[in-house]
């Protein structure tokens, strides 16, 4: 149990394009969500948290209108990151949690690449 | 702000002995205390969580808290190559902050065969 999965696992865009990322709690339903990005041999930075139905909640230095973020239903979350620059290549992983004390499961991550 | 604090390591150890890795947070309202493994170019998995004082056991793996002292560890027992990983102590305060977790740097092990 508590899968999640993230689509697409690479991708590679031009500079100025967007970029629109899934992730799907497989086989529970996530209220909430998060999106991570991890550079190289960085820790997780945790980018904004995903609620359904309602505005996600950004941290604190994160451009809300550059990486746009749509939780549509229990079981999906998506990240758009508009006009992506070579400086958001980047990591990016969602993770949902599940359980009374707040397990966090990871999807497997997608990995940007912008030229 | 709340902090979680690792040693970035690497812990270097011999394949079949015990690996310890600690961790202590800054927050004492904290509830929950996770434990991840991090291959290099993987996302997180979580191997143990656990919120109350004490030991708790999962096959080859043993989480420790003592929300006294403000500190949690990880023992890995019979060590294998394949634990050879990063790994991340997380803690959240038990659902006031949405389930956020605040992550330690993580600490690098490695098991020599």
């Known amino acids: 149990g508590a899968v999640v999965s993230q689509h697409p696992s690479r991708v590679i865009c031009k500079s100025g394009t967007s970029v629109k990322i899934e992730c799907r709690s497989l086989?529970?339903?996530?209220?909430?969500m998060f999106w991570y990005r991890q550079f190289p041999k960085q820790s997780l930075m945790l980018m904004a948290t995903s609620n359904e139905g309602s505005k996600a909640t950004y941290e604190q230095g994160v451009e809300k209108d550059k990486f746009l973020i749509n939780h549509a239903s229990l079981t999906l979350s998506t990240l758009t990151v508009t006009s992506a620059h070579p400086e958001d290549s980047s990591f990016y992983i969602c993770?949902?949690?599940?359980?009374?004390?707040?397990?966090?499961?990871f999807g497997p991550g997608t990995r940007l690449t912008v030229t | 702000q709340k902090e979680v604090e690792q040693n970035s390591g690497p812990l270097s150890v011999p394949e079949g002995a015990i690996a310890s890795l600690n961790c202590t947070y800054s927050d004492r309202g904290s509830q929950s205390f996770f434990w991840y493994r991090q291959y290099s170019g993987k996302s997180p998995e979580l191997i143990m969580f656990i919120y109350s004082n004490g030991d708790k056991e999962d096959g080859r793996f043993t989480a420790q808290l003592n929300k006294a002292s403000q500190y949690v560890s990880l023992l890995i027992r019979d060590s294998q190559p394949s634990d050879s990983a990063t790994y991340l102590c997380a803690v959240n305060d038990g659902g006031g902050s949405n389930y956020k977790l605040t992550f330690g740097k993580g600490t690098l092990l490695t098991v020599n065969p």
């Open positions: 993770s949902a949690f599940q359980g009374a004390g707040g397990e966090q499961y």
């Open positions: 086989d529970f339903q996530a209220t909430t």
